[in-house]
């Protein structure tokens, strides 16, 4: 008796519709697109700022455009749900063992909110201050 | 009270007339405290003698019975037909070659399994009149939930990145490398880091963790394997500010 496996093909363009945990996975990987985008808006901020005051108060115009608030607020919806999605999988990634039992994931991951918290409170302070 | 008929939709190949597979679909009386599995062995046992899938333990123990039943990987045992539709379509575990209707050719997990060493490396041989390599609960439980793995592939059905490229040692084969790298009586960790610290090792896993949701038994290969990432990581740092350091 003859061998013969079959493959079944494999899309390499829509496979990731396949399950709802493929479209979350993709949703996490996509972030980055919108982060990346935000920290160009920054960049080129910056170089407004140093062109002078017109400069700067021209990009301070240009970001409250209509398309401009959409982005920012994708951008955000986006930074939030890597920040959330990663944070959440901190415990199993890096579990902490004291004696025989394990650190409870919660306390990882709320140690990790809690840094999140007091960074952004030392920037908006440095910020505003 | 009448019986609950289930239509089983069952992806059916044979390699000796087919040339792709197909489905094909067998109604079954099923009773309530019913699995899939129990409604394949139906129609093995009354409907159709000619289909092929493995099975053993009917107890989630012996891992040989996975499928994909409505596209998500689980064992058929596992899967009770009181949490399923009325129509259920079973086919073989996605990413492995089909040998026959619902097996699958498992040579390249074993392969990869093979590689990583899945075993104890013992710091020293010793005679066994010299007793036991012992090791405290604490030591044990460091490593303890990886040793529940029981090779039924699921993660290897449920992962895109062996989906899509081959070569990808997998989640289990890694999860059982941490295993054994986790444990105390094991010197193997460096002899392991050619297959496991490579880019066909850790390092194509992008963590979508589709492994760690369908093992079922809570192993979380995924998080195995992000585990290993940062210690070599750490391996890579500490290479780089003390050459030559022993480990």
Known sequence: MSRKPYRRPVSTSRWWLAQPRYI?????????????????VVVVGLLRLSEGAAAWGAFLEALQAPASVAFHLLALAFALYHTTTWFNVTPRAMPVQLGEARLPGGVIIGAHYAGWALVSALILFLAGG | MSERQVDLEILRYNPETDEVPAWRTYRVPC???????DAINYVKDELDRTLSYRWSCHMAVCGSCGVMINGEPMLSCKAFLRD???????????????????????DDFMAKLDS?????????????????HLQTPAQLNKFKQYTLCINCTLCYAACPQYAHNESFVGPAALALAHRYNLDSRDVGRAAREDVVASNAGIWECSFVGACS????????PAGAIQQIKIASTMDYFKDLLMPGRGR
């Open chain 1, 24 to 40: 979350r996975y993709m949703a996490r990987e996509v972030s980055c697109v919108f982060i990346g985008a935000y920290t160009g």
């Open chain 2, 84 to 106: 399923l539709p009325d129509r259920i379509r079973v086919e073989p575990l996605a990413n492995f070659p089909i040998e026959r209707d619902l097996i699958v050719v498992m």
């Open chain 2, 213 to 220: 949701d369908v093992c079922p038994h809570d192993v979380d």
């Open chain 2, 116 to 132: 990583v060493k899945p075993y104890l490396v013992p710091r020293e041989e010793k005679p066994i009149e010299d007793g036991e």
């Open chain 2, 31 to 37: 009773q309530e405290d019913w699995v899939v599995l």
